[in-house]
């Protein structure tokens, strides 16, 4: 069973870029499709983007289009956010989610890690 860990969260200002990462340890990441989410106070997860398990295939959500890129290095066993341009609305904590396809859906991933707080401040 895989073990994912995020990294990368912070308080920045409008504007900035950050870069979140999501180590996996515990069996080899690209035997499996992985995600990134983000779940603000008070609302539901919401889906930011998936990507295949060779790399090859993303999709990233209407909101961060143009914005966030999502990417993998197998053979570092890590996924990546690259976050630039960031509003004051992308503040939340983000996960990254490993699973046997890719999908939109939080129930389709059945590992998760315990997230990273990011907060952008106008």
């Known amino acids: 069973q895989v073990q994912l860990v995020e990294s990368g969260g912070g308080l920045v200002q409008a504007g900035d870029s950050l870069r979140l990462s999501c180590a996996a340890s515990?069996?080899?990441?690209?035997?499996?499709?992985m995600g990134w989410f983000r779940q603000a106070p008070g609302k539901e997860r919401e889906f930011i983007a998936h990507?295949?398990?060779?790399?090859?295939?993303?999709r990233h959500a209407d909101s961060v289009k143009g914005r966030f890129t999502i990417s993998r290095d197998n053979a570092k066993n890590t996924l990546y956010l690259q976050m630039n341009n960031l509003r004051p609305e992308d503040t939340a904590i983000y996960y990254c989610a490993g699973g046997s396809g890719p999908g939109t859906r939080a129930s389709v991933y059945p590992y998760w890690g315990q997230g990273t707080q990011v907060t952008v401040s106008s």
């Open positions: 515990g069996g080899t990441s690209s035997s499996y499709a």
């Open positions: 990507i295949s398990r060779g790399g090859s295939t993303t």
